[in-house]
């Protein structure tokens, strides 16, 4: 499955600056630098792509994120080849990015999910367990760190919460695939 409905980065203020600053670039390279011509839906959308596209593919990170493992290939053991929170979040990243996809595909469309909180839309799930699942993560400062076992737990915890557990197949499955059993 292609990346949707844009890459998503963990660096998000890179993302957003690149994404604005292209808008300001197209609105001046079209009509004469006077910006009107891309102003209605349409070509309001043509704006937005062109954005949306620009901060894909100035991606920082080493792969694009993808459910794809050819395309990313970023596993629980890449951990341990990799070093500095940045590349230590790609790894949890792409494995968030794939539950997401595999939520939304293994769930009911729902064309108010982005409104309605009680929807069982795998997009609007998604997003309520990823929000979730931090207050359930065993964190004992100063002893003892979140590892990604532990925010994969609270996953599920946060998923059997708020859903009596419809979507542990996918947390189970997505985190599997990629290491983390
Ligand atoms: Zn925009």
Redesign the pocket.
């Known amino acids: 499955m292609a990346s949707t409905p844009t890459n998503h980065d963990d660096d998000l203020e890179s993302d957003i600056v690149i994404?604005?600053y292209t808008?300001g670039l197209m609105n001046r390279l079209t009509g004469g630098g006077t910006g009107r011509c891309l102003t209605t839906a349409v070509s309001g959308g043509l704006?937005?792509g062109w954005?949306d596209a620009m901060a894909d593919w100035a991606n920082i990170r080493r792969f694009l994120y993808s459910t794809n493992t050819a395309v990313n290939r970023l596993k629980y053991s890449s951990l341990r080849t990799s070093s500095g929170v940045h590349r230590y979040g790609e790894i949890w990243a792409n494995m968030l990015h794939t539950l997401h996809a595999q939520m939304m595909v293994y769930n009911e469309f729902d064309a108010n999910a982005r409104t309605n909180p009680e929807s069982r839309a795998g997009y609007a799930m998604s997003l309520h367990i990823l929000i979730d699942a931090p207050k359930l993560q065993l964190a004992i400062l100063p002893v003892r760190l979140v590892s990604l076992v532990d925010a994969k737990n609270a996953l599920i915890q946060a998923d059997y919460n708020r859903y009596n557990g419809l979507n542990r197949c996918s947390i189970t499955q997505v985190f599997a695939r990629r290491g983390l059993g």
């Open positions: 994404h604005e808008h704006g937005e954005s």
